[in-house]
């Protein structure tokens, strides 16, 4: 599975930013999908996760009631709806496949996109 995420970019603290990840290579529809992040000097940290049917989802706490991770199956596509963005917020975001259960782990993800800047300015 190749991965291209997309929609990054510089907002102001209060703002709204949506991700995208195009996946190719092999059916989208059989991975869970999530969203990762890494700031600078950081871990890598898990944002949110959704299956593969996209009827369960899962947050971290610090973004839970602000992000909303989605799926469209037939675009072969995974979003983030990201808003009252913070700049702790503020991060490289990845999208991730896992031929399995969502989960929180990156030990748990396959296939990795090259990810995409997120930058909130206060």
């Known amino acids: 599975v190749q991965l291209v995420e997309s929609g990054g970019g510089l907002v102001q603290a209060g703002g709204s930013l949506r991700l995208s990840c195009a996946a190719s290579?092999?059916?989208?529809?059989?991975?869970?999908m999530g969203w990762f992040r890494q700031a600078p000097g950081k871990e890598r940290e898990f944002v949110a996760a959704i299956s593969w049917s996209g009827g369960t989802t899962y947050y971290a706490d610090s973004v839970k009631g602000r992000f909303t991770i989605s799926r469209d199956n037939a675009k072969n596509t995974v979003y983030l709806e990201m808003n009252s963005l913070k700049p702790e917020d503020t991060a490289v975001y990845y999208c991730?496949?896992?031929?399995?259960?969502?989960?929180?782990?990156?030990?748990?993800?396959?296939?990795w996109g090259q990810g995409t800047q997120v930058t909130v300015s206060s």
């Open positions: 991730a496949a896992d031929w399995g259960r969502a989960g929180s782990l990156l030990g748990e993800y396959d296939y």
């Open positions: 290579g092999r059916p989208f529809s059989r991975y869970a």
